[in-house]
T-cell receptor
């Protein structure tokens, strides 16, 4: 079963706007990761946030983590048409065995 | 490094035929994962290996599916006999030390399998 549940399922915005995607999960975690998937391609790792971190930045990406609410958000600032993709969150469910559990993803469309 | 390399990129086969998907992980990575992606079920983990040893194959749908990793640089996923419901995109991914490092998994470009 899927661990992360992304919300919304689909998001459509104009270039220059900010895009916020959310992820909820059910179990304890060691870390939470976000991935991007362009159409017809494999997933690309964007950022990892550990359970003892609350916020992390990477370029135009900002990720927050609230372990008390078991939720995370991914903010893309000043979005571009090239950001159009599906975004997935993934967690380890507290395991150190190496596997990740992926959500169903948010389809982001950025219109020029 | 060329990344995770999967072959073929596309495969169309008739029901009942054997299908073999191939994966070359990133050199030095000790974990290898096989995922299947469909619109209905999303990303499903089929099996994963650590240091060439299968750790968890509970996601393999049934006995028609098998996977091997004979060495650190090569893995195969075989479906025999194939069925139309096996149609999906199959991804291979590799990582160093599993899910704990900042760079996560590296995915291949996938194999789009169509069984007619």
């Amino acid at each position: 079963s899927q661990q992360g549940e992304e919300d919304p399922q689909a998001l459509s915005i104009q270039e220059g706007e900010n895009a916020t995607m959310n992820c909820s999960y059910k179990t304890s975690i060691n870390n939470l990761q976000w991935y991007r998937q362009n159409s017809g391609r494999g997933l690309v790792h964007l950022i990892l946030i550990r359970s003892n971190e609350r916020e992390k930045h990477s370029g135009r990406l900002r990720v927050t983590l609230d372990t008390s609410k078991k939720s995370s958000s991914l903010l893309i600032t000043a979005s571009r048409a090239a950001d159009t993709a599906s975004y997935f969150c993934a967690t380890d469910r507290g395991s150190t065995l190496g596997r990740l559990y992926f959500g169903r993803g948010t389809q982001l469309t950025v219109w020029p | 490094d060329a990344g995770v390399i999967q072959s073929p990129r596309h495969e169309v086969t008739e029901m009942g035929q054997e299908v073999t998907l191939r994966c070359k992980p990133i050199s030095g990575h000790d974990y290898l994962f096989w995922y299947r992606q469909t619109m209905m079920r999303g990303l499903e983990l089929l099996i994963y290996f650590n240091n060439n040893v299968p750790i968890d194959d509970s996601g393999m749908p049934e006995d028609r599916f098998s996977a091997k990793m004979p060495n650190a640089s090569f893995s195969t996923l075989k479906i025999q006999p194939s069925e139309p419901r096996d149609s999906a995109v199959y991804f291979c991914a590799s990582s160093l030390t599993g899910n704990r490092l900042d760079y996560g998994y590296t995915f291949g470009s996938g194999t789009r399998l169509t069984v007619v």
